[in-house]
């Protein structure tokens, strides 16, 4: 039996009864992609991600990549290899790229969909299979060489590689120290070394490329200091003929010289690459031949952070599913109010109140993270639209890059922490057993919070570049939209306690933002009464501000499912369908009363900052 549990019924609700993208397929870009087709890939991709894809996740365990140091070279287990070349050859890949390069576009609601139920089931085939997605950055930056290249990428099914990280050079990106030297054929010469590099080799593809980030030396006005000095590059595994595609024969000179020993993820490659190191140059393009790298490189790192968020968020919804599976099943103790008589039947522990808390917790997190994904993905569907109208939608633009490091930062951290303290501890010991997929899916979980950019640097890029650089703009925005839905005329009155304690934590959040910006403001030069370490205290409080905004906004989508349901509920319904909707209001419910009410305990926090933990010595930790 597969480990995966989906729960296409709440992504189709989500997708077709809060957000309607239904008004949004079979339009405009989309126009090949409607409501009836979109339906119809996603039970598509939910059976075969359920069973065979699903059926692979717990071989990589027993049976994980071997490495060569001779030859530089991964060899991947059969069993994921056979899945992975499943899933490509299915080509739902496709739906992510423009007609251009050979896709079908869908809404990016729709996309992350289907990825929820791909990285649910078996996520590192996900990482392996980013090799077309790159290709259309590759395409949308490139001159017509690099264009022709990135068609390579999506029809030959190559794999694909963000190479940024460096040893001594982790989340500070602009110290990296790898240099490009340009040749007279075009072509740069790569040379240092990078670290972490998932999916860095395998044998699955023909052919890897790897998007390098790196210093320009020799070239007038280029390749300073910090990243703005780093140019992107275009470093394949093999060389090969950039107009037909074709390998030479020759192997390029950048080498796995090294892959990590992991907590989670086995399958999943972690190299150390190592360019023009071993005897053989590493030779690659400058994409686009403009020197804007680290901008260039953003457009890959802000889907890979749309990625571990949405994988972050389908391990835990499973492993909710799994829980509850298991908790409908074992017997254990009687009910409560029989505890005292020792010839009272026993019961499944779904009858005792400290697993419908903990069942009901896991529920409203995994409900309402679901819709804090696929709601940024409808806005990113608003960003495509006007893109192919020859438009922009600047509103659009930054309420997205808002919501990014709150989809990958709160979501990452929120199911690590459900996953280990509430979905394993459901199954009591037995969570502890490999018997079960709980234990691998904590593991694996937990780099979620790290790669991509840690959870305290996603609440650094939150305050710093996408509310103080944006002045509070998208923000704004999107805190006035919930402030209007709360005091909406037709708003149903039986959320009326619930939209005064979603209004309280807007406003908790709300004074969060202000005494940092605060503390922001008397840090700088020539602050009246100013001191520059009030710097310390926003960094304090960047992750405080990163999970309260992602609670505002969590509790905000699960009453508007709420309220959709409680009008649904009016209606003649199935026995199914009452109970999935009264469980949609329970849930928005219970995350109101249970959550909520810790924001205004987070503003005291914040309030009460002081430096006296800056200004203790190292030596007293």
């Known amino acids: 039996m597969s480990h995966y549990k989906s729960n296409l019924r709440d992504i189709e609700f989500n997708l077709f009864e809060v957000l309607n993208r239904q008004d949004v397929l079979g339009t405009g870009p989309y126009d090949e992609v409607d409501a009836e ?27 994980q990549p071997s490495f060569d140091p001779q030859t530089h070279s991964v060899t991947m287990p059969e069993s994921f290899a056979k899945a992975y070349r499943e899933w490509m050859d299915a080509e739902f890949f496709r739906l992510e790229l423009p007609s251009e390069i050979g896709g079908t576009q869908a809404p990016p609601s729709l996309t992350w969909s289907i990825a929820e139920l791909l990285l649910g089931a078996n996520p590192p085939i996900h990482m392996y299979a980013a090799g077309p997605k790159f290709g259309q950055v590759v395409w949308a930056n490139g001159t017509e060489r690099d264009q ?54 395998q044998d699955m593809t023909e052919n890897i490329m790897h998007l390098v980030l790196a210093r320009p030396v020799g070239v007038d006005g280029v390749g300073g200091p910090g990243t703005k000095g780093l140019s ?41 690459l190592t360019f023009s190191g071993h005897g053989t140059p590493a030779k690659g393009w400058l994409l686009g031949e403009v020197h804007n790298g680290i901008k260039q490189m953003f457009q890959v790192i802000e889907y890979a952070r749309m990625m571990v968020g949405t994988k972050a968020i389908a391990t835990l919804s499973t492993g909710y599913l799994n829980a509850l599976d298991y908790a409908k099943q074992r017997v254990q103790g009687a009910d409560l109010t029989q505890s005292t008589d020792k010839t009272a039947p026993r019961v499944t ?93 904590v593991r694996d979980a937990k780099i979620d919070t790290l790669y991509e950019g840690t959870t305290a640097i996603q609440g650094q890029d939150l305050f710093f570049r996408k509310i103080v650089r944006d002045n509070g703009q998208a923000l704004g925005a999107i805190s006035a939209e919930i402030a209007q839905w709360i005091g909406a005329d037709d708003a149903n009155p039986q959320l009326k306690d619930e939209r005064g304690l979603l209004q309280r934590g807007l406003e908790d959040a709300g004074t969060l933002v202000g005494l940092m910006v605060q503390d922001l403001q008397s840090s700088l030069p020539g602050a009246p009464e100013g001191d520059p370490r009030n710097i310390y205290k926003v960094g304090l409080n960047t992750t405080r501000l990163l999970m309260a905004l992602g609670d505002v906004v969590v509790a905000w989508l699960l009453l508007r499912g709420a309220e959709v349901a409680l009008d649904r509920l009016n209606q003649d319904l199935s026995e199914a ?34 430096l006296d933990v800056m200004d203790l010595p190292e030596s007293a930790f």
Request: a negative charge.
């Open 232 to 272: 992107l590059f275009l470093v394949p595994k093999h060389h090969f003929d950039v107009e037909t595609g074709e390998l030479t024969g020759e192997r390029n000179g950048a080498f796995v010289t090294g892959v990590e020993h992991k907590l989670g993820i086995q399958v999943s490659t972690t190299c150390e």
């Open 37 to 63: 087709t979109a339906r119809e890939i996603l039970a598509e991709v939910e059976t075969l991600t359920r069973t065979r894809l699903a059926e692979a996740f717990s071989d990589h365990e027993r049976e």
């Open 349 to 441: 522990i779904t009858h005792h109140p400290d697993v419908r808390r903990s069942l009901m917790t896991q529920k409203s997190f995994v409900e309402g993270m679901r819709s804090l994904v696929l709601y940024t993905a409808s806005i990113q569907d608003r960003v495509q639209v006007a893109q192919a109208a020859g438009e922009r939608d600047e509103a659009a633009e930054k309420l997205n890059d808002l919501l990014l490091p709150i989809v990958k930062g709160y979501g990452s951290e929120r199911s690590w922490v459900l996953l280990g303290t509430e979905s394993l501890q459901t199954l009591g010991g037995s969570g502890f057993l490999t018997d079960y997929p709980m234990e691998q899916y």
């Open 577 to 610: 369908d009452q109970a999935f909707y009264e469980g949609k209001v329970a849930s928005a419910r219970w995350f109101c009363t249970t959550v909520l009410p810790k924001l205004t305990a987070e503003r005291k926090i914040a309030e009460r900052t002081s």
């Open 148 to 201: 022709k290249i990135a068609r390579h990428m999506v029809e030959r099914k190559w794999g694909a590689t963000m190479v940024l990280t460096e040893p001594d050079a982790g989340s500070d990106v602009g110290a990296g120290r790898t240099k490009a030297t340009p040749n007279d054929d075009g072509t740069w010469t790569i040379e240092g070394v990078k670290r972490f590099i998932t999916s860095g080799d």
